[in-house]
C-alpha cells in the first residue's frame, strides 16, 4: 500500500528533470549511458532525441545526477517496485492487465470511465487487445507522463492527450483530510487548503466547483447544495458541517 500524496509528490518531482529512455526504470542517466544505445535498438535518431534533451536539462541548470531515464511505464515501475507495490517489472500493457485483471491475473483495482478519472488513476492509449503508453492522474485534471524522447516527463492536461482507457488501481492507503471548521459562502469569501480539499472531492463526485483554488465562491456553493440534496442532507444552505463533511468522506473535528 502507498500513500496518495506521496505518489503525486514522487510524480511532480520528476516533471521537467527525467527524459524518456526506452526500457529506462527511473535509473540515473549516468547509469544508463553504457547501454543507451543497446536500449535504443542503436537507432541513431532516438539516440540523438534523448541526447538533445539531456543537453537542454543541463544547461537548465539541472545537475546530471538528479536526471533519471524512464519510458512511460517504468516513470511508475520504479516507484511501484520500491515500494513492494509489484515485484516485477511491467510495460503498459502489463500494468493494465495486472490493475483490471485478465483469466490468469487476479484484479488489482478496476476499469474505469475516462469521465471518472481523479487523483491515483491511471491512464492508457493504444487498443483493446494492446496499451502502448501509459500515464497517471494527478488531479481530474492533469496527469503526469512520460511523453517521448523529445520532452521527457511532463504534466498535461487530461482532455489534451489522446488517452483512451483508465484504470483506478487498489493499491492507495486511506487518507482522510480532516476538516476543522465550517466552511460556507461568506463576504469576504472564506480560503484556504480545506476550501481547497472540498473542492477537489466534489469535482470528483461531478458536482462541479469550477477550478479548485481554494476560495469558497458561489459556485462551491451551488455544488455543495447539490451533493447535500443528493445525500438526502439539509440544502438550504451550501455550508459543509459535520454531516456534510462526513458524507464527503473527510473527518469532522470542528
Known amino acids: 500500500m502507498i500513500q496518495l500524496k506521496e505518489w503525486i509528490d514522487y510524480l511532480e518531482s520528476r516533471v521537467n528533470i527525467d527524459i524518456y529512455v526506452w526500457g529506462g526504470n527511473g535509473q540515473e542517466i549516468e547509469v544508463l549511458f ?33 536526471i533519471r531515464g524512464c519510458d512511460c511505464s517504468g516513470l511508475g515501475v520504479s516507484y511501484l517496485l520500491d515500494k513492494g507495490v ?3 517489472d511491467m510495460t503498459a500493457n502489463g500494468l493494465y ?5 485478465t483469466e490468469k491475473i487476479k484484479p488489482h483495482g478496476k476499469k474505469i470511465k475516462l469521465s471518472e478519472v481523479k487523483a491515483g488513476d491511471y ?6 487487445s494492446k496499451k502502448n503508453h501509459i500515464g ?8 503526469i507522463e512520460s511523453q517521448n524522447r523529445d520532452v521527457g516527463v511532463v504534466k498535461t492536461k487530461i482532455v489534451e492527450r489522446k488517452w483512451k482507457y483508465a484504470a483506478r488501481p487498489d493499491w492507495y492507503k486511506e487518507e482522510k483530510y480532516v476538516l ?17 480539499k472540498v473542492q477537489e472531492r466534489l469535482n470528483e463526485l461531478g458536482y462541479n466547483c469550477g477550478d479548485v483554488d481554494g476560495i469558497f465562491g458561489k459556485k462551491t456553493e451551488i ?19 459535520k454531516k456534510t463533511a462526513k458524507a464527503l468522506g473527510f473527518e469532522w473535528q470542528g
Open 34 to 66: 553504457p547501454s543507451l544505445c543497446e536500449m535504443e535498438n542503436k537507432d541513431v535518431t532516438n539516440i540523438d532525441r534523448v541526447l538533445t534533451l539531456l543537453s537542454k536539462r543541463l544547461l537548465n541548470g539541472i545537475t546530471i545526477d538528479r
Open 86 to 88: 509489484i515485484s516485477y
Open 136 to 143: 497517471y492522474a494527478i488531479n481530474n485534471t492533469e496527469a
Open 223 to 241: 455544488a455543495s447544495k447539490n451533493f447535500k440534496q443528493d445525500a438526502g442532507l439539509s440544502y438550504k444552505t451550501g455550508n459543509i458541517g
Open 97 to 101: 492487465d495486472y490493475i483490471v485483471g
Open 180 to 196: 476543522t471548521r465550517e466552511l460556507k459562502y461568506t463576504n469576504p469569501m472564506m480560503r484556504g487548503e480545506d476550501v481547497e
Open 123 to 128: 491512464l492508457f492509449e493504444g487498443t483493446d
